[in-house]
């Protein structure tokens, strides 16, 4: 499936803003299953600097400056990206999770090490003791890892209700589990606290979700929004991606931008401004097939 996807973000002061500078994490990654075909990142006002590099996780990231005074910014993500279905793994086939996180604190090859990174307590995702509470029901000894992941994800999806006003970008996990109330940070952020509880690496993805409307109805251009979802490592199986919102294993419909140890690592614009007194913020994200191939319903 093949896609063009348009983010736009807008920023609008009451003050003129002096200087500011920027970190961008917009552009697809490029992965066995998804090819970045083109990539545009489009700045107004031109920027004074800007540069491009690969950060810690390997995702690409741009930073800017613009050090001449301006009343508002605007940023636009101009890509398009091809993805194909990856080969589907039997979970029951997977390796019992306490053995691979056994196998991985122990291990020192590159795979088990780089992932080892991501079974840890990071700024967005604290562990804490209901959350390990809660896990174990799917993860008795010696469950295939992929089938106590699958249970899980369903178990969220079930038990949390989605709701967009609930929370803020640095609300924390435990605010979440009380609540059982949020968006797709938050209930990214919460499966991750859960299998770290139990010693399982499990990694934050940013990326973007294929919205299919109801029949009868024109897909509304510019309606869609950034997602985030969880990523896990099976040990032999290698990782598998699982969407808690939606309760899915990640198919062609999504597409990944970024992932980290949880949000804070891949946020999509973050940066600094000096002055502007009162600001605002408005997203428009448009994800649209350029492909004669079949939609998936969900």
Not at 42 to 53: A, D, K, N, V
Not at 199 to 224: E, F, H, M, N, Q
Request: with cysteine; glycine share 6%; proline share 7%.
């Amino acid at each position: 499936m093949k896609y063009k996807i348009t983010h736009s973000t807008r920023y609008q002061y009451s003050q003129a803003v002096p200087v500011c500078h920027n970190l961008v994490h917009l552009c697809p990654r490029e992965l066995p299953n998804q090819t970045r075909d083109s990539f545009t990142l489009l700045i107004h006002p031109e920027p004074t600097r800007i540069t491009s590099r690969q950060d810690y996780f390997g995702n690409d990231v741009s930073l800017f400056s613009i050090d001449h005074p301006h009343s508002g910014l605007t940023v636009t993500a101009l890509s398009e990206v091809t993805v194909d279905s990856s080969p589907g793994i039997d979970p029951a086939k997977t390796k019992p999770w306490d053995e691979i996180v056994s196998k991985m604190r122990s291990d020192r090859n590159p795979e088990a090490l780089a992932a080892y990174q991501f079974a840890f307590d990071s700024k967005g995702v604290k562990r804490i003791p209901e959350l390990l509470e809660y896990v174990r029901p799917s993860f008795p000894a010696g469950r295939p890892i992929l089938e106590g992941v699958l249970e899980l994800t369903e178990r969220i999806n079930k038990e949390f209700k989605y709701d967009s006003r609930a929370t803020t970008v640095h609300t924390e996990v435990q605010e979440i589990f009380e609540n059982r109330h949020g968006v797709c940070q938050d209930f990214a952020h919460l499966q991750i606290g859960c299998l770290r509880a139990l010693g399982i690496a499990a990694r934050y993805v940013s990326g973007y979700l294929r919205t299919i409307p109801p029949p009868g109805k024109t897909r509304l251009v510019g309606a869609d929004a950034s997602h985030a979802w969880v990523s896990v490592y099976c040990g032999e199986a290698g990782w598998v991606d699982v969407d808690p919102t939606n309760n899915l294993r990640i198919s062609n419909d999504h597409i990944t931008v970024a992932w980290g140890r949880d949000y804070f690592d891949v946020c999509p614009i973050q940066g600094t401004i000096i002055g502007g007194g009162q600001h605002s913020m408005s997203i428009s994200v448009d994800v649209a097939p350029i492909s004669d191939q079949p939609a998936l319903m969900q």
